[in-house]
Every structure is written in C-alpha cells, then in structure tokens.
C-alpha cells in the first residue's frame, strides 16, 4: 500500500523551530522527487518546498526561503521539513506529496501547525 505519513506539527511560539517528518512506504521512495505542501485555513494549498530523489537539489517558495529547509533520508525512506523562524502565517496543515509514476501521485494526511503566542 502506497503511503505518507507526516509528523511533528504542533504548537509553538512565534520564532520558533519545529521538525516535520513524512513517512513513506509501498513504493522505491529513493527514485522519486518529494515536495511539502501546506493549506492555511481558508486559503488555497500551496507549495512549500521540494527536493530531488537524490537530495541534491531542493526548491523553496518564496516566502520559506532562508527559514525552512527540506532535506530527505532515503534510507530511512523519510522526508523532512525543518521550519525556524516562524510566523503566525506559516499556521497550516502541513502536507508530504510525491509523484511516484506516470499519473501516480500520493499525498499524506497532513500535520497541523500551530503558530501562536
């Protein structure tokens, strides 16, 4: 069975750090790119971070440049998303995703972040 399963979310502060984690299994996670999402109460879902299937090369949106970083164990079939820095707009539902074959795709249930004082 193809799956993601993130961790990590949770309540912090502003400025504050917090390690997300995705879980893969039911497919080579190693071949495959992998890319964070987050959906903001009544917003739009939209792309965070993503990295290549070897790690070497990670894109960010704008507004996560310089705060997060993406990064990938493939033989912990595991992908990370550290966050520091953060705002009470980075509050979201924070998802995993990975395109894992021609029209295959899978996301993860989702990890809630809180950002409040």
């Known amino acids: 069975q193809v799956q993601l399963v993130e961790s990590g979310g949770g309540l912090v502060q502003p400025g504050g750090s917090l390690r997300l984690s995705c879980a893969a299994s039911g497919f080579t996670f190693s071949r495959y790119a992998m890319s964070w999402y987050r959906q903001a109460p009544g917003k739009e879902r939209e792309l965070v971070a993503a990295i290549t299937s070897t790690g070497g090369t990670t894109n960010y949106a704008d507004s996560m440049k310089g705060r997060f970083t993406i990064s990938r164990d493939n033989a912990k079939n595991t992908v990370y998303l550290q966050m520091n820095s953060l705002k009470p707009e980075d509050t979201a539902v924070y998802f995993c995703?990975?395109?894992?074959?021609?029209?295959?795709?899978?996301w993860g249930q989702g990890t809630l972040v809180t950002v409040s004082s």
């Open positions: 995703h990975c395109w894992y074959g021609p029209r295959l795709e899978v």
